[in-house]
């Protein structure tokens, strides 16, 4: 298997020298739009890896990628330990869900600790907002962020970018300007906005790649101040929201964590947040339906949408090896 | 004992009095200038001698949080601060609800080289706003407030019987005025920073609420009750019109909300987490305007100091708290009164005579036979903030690196030099 893997070339872009100005991936709040772009099309490159018969390339040989998730989420965690090892890198799984972190013990502690395994790059999911820009003020190593907190989680953001970007190129509609693919394109995002890092990431990379977004939830779960960033719109009407959008993205609603001085009930989210049938027409032609999953069926989206012609939910599961593939390989090849 | 303070320009609330050598006998003024021999001799020349600085809201962790600080280190950072008085809070392990826990701060402080130790103690038994501490007790141990501040308290009715068993017994009462239900969980201020940072806000709306009952309880009892950190212009805005129509408060403001911002927790480092938040620039431009007018009667640092450890843990788990005894005065004199925003009369105002008021104590004066709690201040010399050299235990500050004048360089109090820098 090594030695096959060997044999087959690396990937023939290398990352763009922008790309490589970045030690981290914490959010977006310091990339370009060309940036961005040259990581969608790395990501390209390695979906043509990921569908030959041997899908494995050296590019990452000799490197360590470890897994840090203070927080349960075992999807993410093997979409980024697959797109580790697809590359030859070796993987370390760390899982610290909050019982086997000693109270009072700091992250920083746990840092230390795991820093005495020499990995090279590390993927954080944590509750608390911050946490990977905190590992990244006190490691030599590389951090990427996989979800925390309300904050962001950049990787989702990229998959659904990078989903969205070939779906529009399929559908007859490449992207005007190749550096900001989604100029003159409209994002609807609905559901509990004000507790999701998968609205924020989405608002900051599709905005910063030319696009405009809508935030659509109950007015309880949507907070005002986020119409002062650039390109963000908001509204509770979900008619509104929808109408013209290329995409409506419907966000994962947690009602047990909610309770009850948040959210009524379910049943008067669904009846009038629930993406439908309806709505779809309202929206642009072409438009697509996207979910960053896991989906509460019948919640967030209408099945017979979710299972539709024009989901994506698949496919933005699909996006998630290679868009990781290209972020590690992006951070570490040419750092070393 | 006799010291003299050579040579320095004395300044105090009842004026500028000009340079003299100050003496001091057995722990009081003696005069100006009298010659004669002397203990020991501190020069003064070139530096501003005024009396030491109260400060009304410190968090000394003693008993039972050593780890984080305790008289010894805690009342030698007040001195080191140029600070002579501070009145520590209740909400250490165990609570300071029970009069023998006062009386044992009040005796181990006698034996500590710092500022004079006033505790206050809790409102409410173990702080869970359940049950009246007995006041009258506590008082006798040595009491000067009640306040169960870090928690606010949420029962009105018990509010209500708080503060009219303090007003029977001449207790300042002082409160931490957030409304808890819409504070939540916040970590920080609630605003656009916040929700670009998605970390959940504290609402200036909760300060607001609760200052208006607090205050109207206030009026309603007689109390005397002391706002603590008033931190948002709307808070300000709300106890400016409750003193404007009669109710008996006080507001305090600290040296974080008037210098730092919600925009400092971008970088997501806990050291910025504090209890009530860092509010916006508008906040702090409302706040620094109040000091020179009558909205603002004293200057409290909360000093709260915790573990490095602590504070590197998440922005959700790190504890709330700024320790800052040793920076306060050298801020808000560089920020404020060497940038030509504030006098440096004011300034000593809001650290002497103001909080002296607030309490009903005599106001802080050099004259013979007051007692001789006196700080020396060096309005010259720049030197950046160095955690490392503090006195206190939390050796990590926002103001790290900043270069700031007016270091307190000698301070007494009753008569001996508890702080000589260099």
Redesign the interface.
């Given at each position: 298997m090594i030695g096959a893997a060997a044999q087959v070339p690396p990937p023939p872009t290398p990352p763009a020298a922008a790309a490589r100005r970045h030690r981290h991936l914490l959010d977006f709040t310091d990339w370009t739009a060309e940036e961005v772009v040259s990581l969608l099309d790395t990501a390209e490159v390695m979906a043509q890896v990921l569908a030959r018969p041997v899908k494995r390339v050296p590019a990452l040989q000799g490197y360590t990628v470890a897994t840090l998730f203070f927080e349960d989420s075992t999807r993410t965690r093997l979409s980024f330990e697959r797109a580790a090892r697809a590359q030859s890198a070796d993987v370390i799984s760390f899982a610290a869900g909050g019982s086997s972190l000693r109270k009072?013990?700091?992250?920083?502690?746990t840092l230390r600790t795991i820093e005495q395994l020499q990995a090279d790059l590390y993927v954080v999911r944590?509750?608390?907002?911050?946490?990977p820009?905190?590992l990244a003020?006190w490691t030599n190593g590389a951090v990427v962020n996989a979800g925390?907190?309300?904050?962001?989680h950049p990787t989702q953001a990229l998959l659904d970018a990078y989903t969205l970007r070939a779906a529009l190129t399929a559908a007859g509609l490449p992207p005007a300007e190749r550096e900001r693919p989604f100029t003159g394109r409209r994002l609807a995002v609905v559901g509990d906005v004000e507790h999701s890092?998968v609205a924020?990431s989405n608002a900051e990379l599709f905005t910063l790649l030319g696009g405009e977004v809508v935030l659509c939830g109950p007015a309880a779960l949507l907070?005002r101040?986020?119409s002062?960033?650039p390109g963000v719109h908001l509204t509770a009407d979900l008619r509104e929201a929808v109408t013209g959008a290329d995409a409506v993205m419907a966000l994962r609603i947690q009602h047990e964590r909610l309770g009850p001085k948040r959210l009524p009930s379910l049943a008067e989210y669904v009846a009038r947040y629930q993406v439908r049938p309806a709505h779809l027409e309202l929206a642009a032609p072409h438009a697509f339906v996207m979910h960053p999953g896991p989906l509460n069926r019948d919640v967030e989206v209408a099945s017979e949408l979710a299972d539709g012609e024009r989901s994506l939910v698949e496919r933005q599961v699909a996006s998630g090896v290679p868009v990781r593939m290209a972020v590690l390989y992006s951070l570490l090849v040419g750092k070393k | 004992m006799r010291l003299v303070l050579r040579g320095g320009r004395l300044l105090d609330g009842a004026g500028d009095r000009g340079v003299h050598d100050l003496y001091v006998r057995d722990g009081v003024i003696e005069g100006l200038d009298l010659g004669g021999a002397v203990d020991q001799e501190v020069d003064a020349e070139g530096r501003l001698v005024t009396p030491a600085f109260l400060d009304l809201h410190v968090h000394l962790r003693d008993p039972g949080q050593e780890v984080k600080e305790d008289l010894a280190s805690g009342l030698a950072a007040a001195a080191a601060g140029g600070y002579g008085t501070v009145v520590s809070m209740a909400n250490t392990d165990p609570v300071v609800d029970d009069p023998g826990i006062v009386a044992d701060l009040v005796a181990r402080a006698a034996r500590v080289a710092g500022a004079r130790l006033r505790p206050a103690a809790a409102i409410s038994k173990g702080l869970r706003g359940e049950e009246l501490t007995d006041m009258a007790a506590l008082r006798a141990a040595g009491a000067v407030m009640v306040t169960d501040d870090g928690v606010p308290v949420a029962d009105s009715r018990l509010f209500r019987s708080a503060c009219e068993y303090a007003a029977e017994l001449g207790l300042v009462v002082q409160t931490h005025s957030e409304e808890p239900s819409l504070r939540d969980g916040g970590v920080m201020h609630?605003?656009?920073v916040?929700?670009?940072?998605?970390?959940?806000g504290n609402p200036d709306a909760a300060e607001a609420v609760m200052i208006f009952r607090d205050g109207e309880v206030a009026r309603l009892t007689g109390a005397r009750v002391h706002l603590a950190h008033v931190s948002s212009r709307r808070g300000l805005e709300v106890a400016t019109w409750l003193k404007a129509s009669g109710a008996p408060v006080t507001v305090e403001v600290t040296p974080q909300h008037l210098t730092l911002t919600d925009e400092s927790l971008a970088?997501?480092?806990p050291v910025y987490k504090v209890a009530p938040p860092l509010r916006t620039a508008d906040d702090v431009a409302a706040l620094r305007a109040a000091l020179a007018g009558g909205a603002v009667d004293s200057i409290g640092t909360d000093h709260a100091p915790h573990t490095l450890?602590?504070k590197?843990?998440?922005?959700?788990?790190a504890p709330f708290g700024i320790a800052n005894l040793e920076v306060a005065f050298p801020l808000l004199y560089t920020r404020l009164v060497a940038a030509g925003e504030l006098p440096l009369e004011r300034l000593l105002w809001l650290l002497q005579d103001g909080p002296a008021r607030v309490m009903g104590w005599p106001a802080p004066r050099l004259d013979p036979g007051a007692p001789a709690d006196v700080t020396v201040l060096d309005l010259e010399t720049e030197r950046a903030v160095e955690g490392a050299r503090f006195r206190s235990k939390a050796k990590h500050t926002p103001w790290e690196g900043e270069p700031l004048k007016g270091w307190p360089v000698a301070t007494l109090v009753a008569g001996r030099a508890v702080h000589l820098a260099g």
């Open positions: 009072g013990e700091s992250i920083r502690d944590h509750p608390s907002a911050g946490v820009h905190q003020r925390d907190g309300r904050h962001a890092r924020r907070p101040e986020l002062r960033l | 609630e605003s656009a916040s929700q670009r940072l998605g970390l959940p970088g997501f480092d450890a602590e590197q843990q998440d922005m959700l788990s």
